[in-house]
């Protein structure tokens, strides 16, 4: 299983990047699959998952409303669309999958129980003037 995460850089406030992780050895339908970002001297920060089997999409306050995110199952790979972008969303962000939905997803959101399984190296985002 490996997760490649793409799509990093630097931007101006207010402008927009689309991240892009191609998974391979699992396809998207079968595993919980979402981003997390760190940034500096900062906890990792759970942002936004989704569950292809249900279609149930998560995003954490902080991006809600800037950010979108979706999947292509023909080419495995998941994105996370962003806008709207702020300096605060400056960090490393990283995408992340697992086979049990319900353990992603608390762990995503709450920090409860292990991390996922399975990371992408992190592609990272600066945002400033």
């Known amino acids: 299983v490996q997760l490649q995460a793409c799509g990093g850089g630097l931007v101006q406030p207010g402008g927009s990047l689309r991240l892009s992780c191609e998974v391979s050895?699992?396809?998207?339908?079968?595993?919980?699959i979402g981003w997390f970002r760190q940034a500096p001297e900062k906890e990792r920060e759970g942002i936004s998952s989704?569950?292809?089997?249900?279609?149930?999409?998560y995003y954490a306050d902080s991006v809600k409303g800037r950010f979108t995110i979706s999947s292509d199952a023909v080419k495995n790979t998941l994105y996370l669309q962003m806008n709207s972008l702020k300096p605060e969303d400056t960090a490393v962000y990283y995408c992340?999958?697992?086979?049990?939905?319900?353990?992603?997803?608390?762990?995503?959101?709450w920090g409860l129980g292990s991390p996922p399984s399975y990371w992408g190296q992190g592609t990272e985002v600066t945002v400033s003037s």
């Open positions: 989704i569950t292809s089997g249900d279609e149930r999409i």
């Open positions: 992340a999958a697992d086979k049990g939905g319900i353990r992603f997803y608390s762990y995503l959101r």
């Open positions: 050895g699992f396809t998207l339908d079968d595993y919980a």
